[in-house]
């Protein structure tokens, strides 16, 4: 199984910050990686698929890069409503696995 | 809207069975893959099952193969999650979710969960 690991896991940070989250997998997966969004109590919700691709709807503050096996989730200036847990995922090859998560919260 | 609905979560014995259910709406079931993710409490996203399109071909998590069944039937838009055997460490929110077979593919819209509680 391909091992997909985040850095860090928990970030402290204050609105208007810009803001990295790292995922690196155990092995090559192209651009298949997914980054999800979620807040307590709820379900995640999709925020950029194919490593830089926004989902629909989502603001442009927040963007993705990456390739073969290193990949940032950045938020380019943090507003209230980021503070969340961000996943990352690869969609390379079955299982498809997630990272531990970054819990992102309001310093 | 896509709408997708589970049930069925409840507090079962170790050992014992539960059937999940997904109810989707607002788009058209039947050409989309279906996956089941879970959550246990406090913790990280766990990828259970997936589902083509068709129902034809399965794929499983090591911790859930031989104990989960995933089905659909696309007549009813309905996707399934039949649970055996189950273990207190399937104690998890149940997330029903569009998309997640093939690769390259992602999971773009979920449900609001179901929680499954394995207990004596």
């Known amino acids: 199984d391909i091992q997909m690991t985040q850095s860090p896991s928990s970030l402290s940070a204050s609105v208007g910050d810009r803001v990295t989250i790292t995922c690196r997998a155990s092995q090559s997966i192209n651009t298949y990686l997914n980054w999800y969004q979620q807040k307590p109590g709820r379900a995640p919700k999709l925020l950029i698929y194919a490593a830089s691709t926004l989902y629909s709807a989502v603001p442009s503050r927040f963007s993705g890069s990456g390739s073969g096996t290193d990949f940032t989730l950045t938020i380019s200036s943090l507003q209230p409503e980021d503070f969340a847990t961000y996943y990352c995922q690869q969609s390379h090859s079955t299982p498809p696995t997630f990272g531990q998560g970054t819990k992102l919260e309001i310093k | 809207d896509v709408q997708l609905v589970e049930s069925g979560g409840d507090l079962v014995q170790p050992g014992g069975s539960l059937r999940l259910s997904c109810a989707s709406s607002g788009f058209t079931f039947s050409s989309y893959a279906m996956t089941w993710v879970r959550q246990a409490p406090g913790k990280g996203l766990e990828w259970v099952s997936s589902i083509n399109y068709s129902g034809d071909t399965t794929y499983y998590a090591a911790s859930v193969k031989g104990r989960f069944t995933i089905s659909r039937d696309n007549s009813k838009n309905t996707l399934y999650l039949h649970m055996n055997s189950l273990r207190a460490d399937d104690t998890a929110v149940y997330y029903c979710?569009?998309?997640?077979?093939?690769?390259?593919?992602?999971?773009?819209?979920w449900g609001r969960g179901t929680l499954v509680t394995v207990s004596s």
């Open positions: 979710t569009r998309g997640g077979f093939y690769s390259g593919s992602y999971l773009d819209y």
